[in-house]
């Protein structure tokens, strides 16, 4: 079985502040790992994502993530926010099967 | 190019009544899925299809039929509405099976069961 858990369902950042959204996983193989992003009204999409190879993975509009397999964690960074930035932000996880499992979803705020 | 389009995009519904969740996606994509989405819950996986003929159940599949006759099209329906099945919609597909391949969105179903 696969879970994702992510920290804290809300997060407000000031503009120009580093933004860290936190996802933990269960998985008992090595899991191709998802960020996705919601805009109000929108469907989702991918930011980026982790398959093999390079743990250190660059997304789109500045974000990063960074696979650590003995923490079991795959953590959203980006250096500096920007208003644009303010949106629903989704952790997934698949073991290479057919059901990607999603966490409950962290709302970023982002204050002027 | 389209991409996944979904239709409705907005449903009220009375308790028993059915109705059919359209979606379609013009990629030629082997994988097709269906989401709720709650809040705090995140997204759900109600049934996915793996390529034409082929269907098979999610977290969530009670309440919900599919069916998958062509590669572009993966119908949902609701046979007798509840009001447990008020939510957001979402279907998604994927050039592939295996997991490693990002899914596209549509941009979702809200329906309302009252």
């Known amino acids: 079985a696969q879970s994702v858990t992510q920290l804290g369902s809300h997060v407000s950042v000031s503009e120009g502040a580093l933004v860290l959204l936190r996802c933990n996983y269960s998985?008992?193989?090595?899991?191709?790992l998802f960020w996705y992003v919601q805009y109000p009204n929108q469907g989702l999409q991918l930011l980026l994502k982790?398959?093999?190879?390079?743990?250190l993975v660059k997304g789109i509009n500045g974000f990063e993530a960074e696979f650590k397999k003995s923490e079991t964690s795959f953590h959203l960074t980006k250096p500096s926010a920007h208003m644009s930035d303010a949106a629903e932000y989704f952790c997934a996880v698949n073991n290479a099967g057919n059901m990607l499992t999603f966490g409950g979803g962290t709302r970023l705020m982002v204050k002027p | 190019n389209a991409g996944v389009t979904q239709t409705p995009k907005f449903q009220v519904l009375k308790t028993g009544q059915s109705m059919t969740l359209q979606c379609a996606q013009d990629m030629n994509h082997e994988y097709m899925s269906w989401y709720r989405q709650d809040p705090g819950m995140g997204l759900r996986l109600i049934h996915y299809?793996?390529?034409?003929?082929?269907?098979d159940q999610g977290e969530v599949p009670n309440g919900y039929n599919v069916s998958r006759s062509t590669t572009e099209d993966f119908p949902l329906r609701l046979l007798s509405a509840a009001p447990s099945q008020t939510s957001v919609y979402f279907c998604?597909?994927?050039?592939?099976?295996?997991?490693?391949?990002?899914?596209?969105f549509g941009n979702g179903t809200r329906l309302t069961v009252t």
């Open positions: 998985s008992s193989v090595p899991p191709y």
């Open positions: 299809s793996v390529g034409a003929g082929i269907t």
């Open positions: 998604a597909s994927t050039i592939r099976t295996g997991g490693s391949s990002p899914l596209h």
């Open positions: 982790y398959t093999t190879g390079a743990t």
